[in-house]
């Protein structure tokens, strides 16, 4: 048996921040952000919008259309670092909001590498269970947890949320690999350091450990570029492909450089390499499950097409899946 996919869909916030705009908020530069990232804006949450909220919306995008109705859903998994609460999960409230009430629902934390861990966890949890349909969620919000005075970290991120309904199939299905792994010997490079048990709020000790990004973002660039290579390559070898047999590759959307980069070691042409960092920043969890709802909807895959998604992040994590789309 293996795993089908029905369906994708995504939700960005209205609001959207260019790069001018923050020339306004911090000491930086459209030619900065621009020839560095490869970013010209991104959307942002408003106060009052949480991780759940895209969530739903994108779950609800996944289902539309399709003969799938709530209450078949057996599993929904969130792949989120920025969830609305410490508990409940966000997949609860997920499972809530669409009335899923036949599924088993939990978050899975593995930063911006977090959709394809999600995804492997389906994998494993479709095939040995009596599951039929699944949720397979990615979402974040960032921005919440920037420091709007760090020009380094601030003009990086963006928000929102990507949705995959997945279907048991007999026979090897459409996932034909998964690779995860992680470095927890890197964990400082990139962290979110306050906020959590070892640093409760407290308004005393805020400024030591402030519940913001923290990034250094040199170390991460070099660690982005190898890890990443590796895992496609290898999510490769698994299913006897190579990068010739890819219609598109979806790399996780921190950097354009990383992107071109990986794609030249790759040596894969630009029409095949998946690109809109430009448009939306780094949503982490959320990046590469938006970039395939783009990818299908806007024509750049037709059924049958083979997709690799890799992406790396916090933890240090990464990942790579190649999919039959
Ligand atoms: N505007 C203007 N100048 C800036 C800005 C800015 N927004 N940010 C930094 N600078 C300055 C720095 O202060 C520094 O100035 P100095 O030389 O006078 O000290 C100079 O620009 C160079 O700074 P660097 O940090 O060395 O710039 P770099 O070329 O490394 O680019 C960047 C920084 C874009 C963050 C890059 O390192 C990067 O993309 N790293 C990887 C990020 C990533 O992949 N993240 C993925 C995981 S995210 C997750 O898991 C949540």
Sequence with gaps: MGLKFVNTGASLPEKI????DLERIVDTTDEWITTRTGIKERRIA???EATSDFSIRAARKALEGTPVNPEDIQ?????????????PSVACLVQKALG???????????????FIYALTCARGL?????????LVIGADVLTKFADWKDRATCVLFGDGAGALLIEKTDGPG??????????????DI????????RHPYNPETWSQHPAFIHMEGKEVFKHAVTRMIEASLTALRQCGKTSDDLKLLIPHQANLRIIDAIAKR???????????????????AATTIIALDEAQRGGRLQRGDLVELIAFGAGMTWGACVLRW
């Design 17 to 20: 921040l260019t790069n001018a």
């Design 46 to 48: 408003s106060a009052q």
């Design 75 to 87: 599993l929904i998994i969130v792949a989120t670092t920025t969830p609305d609460h410490f508990f």
């Design 100 to 114: 899923a009430k036949n599924a088993a629902a939990f978050d899975v934390s593995a930063a911006c590498s977090g």
């Design 126 to 134: 479709i095939e040995s269970g009596d599951i039929k349909y699944a």
């Design 174 to 187: 459409d996932l034909l690999s998964a690779f995860i792994g992680a470095d927890g010997s890197q964990s």
């Design 190 to 197: 990139l962290s979110i350091p306050g906020g959590g048990s």
């Design 266 to 284: 790759l040596q894969l042409p630009d029409d095949k390499v998946f690109k809109n960092v430009h448009k939306y920043g780094n949503m982490s």
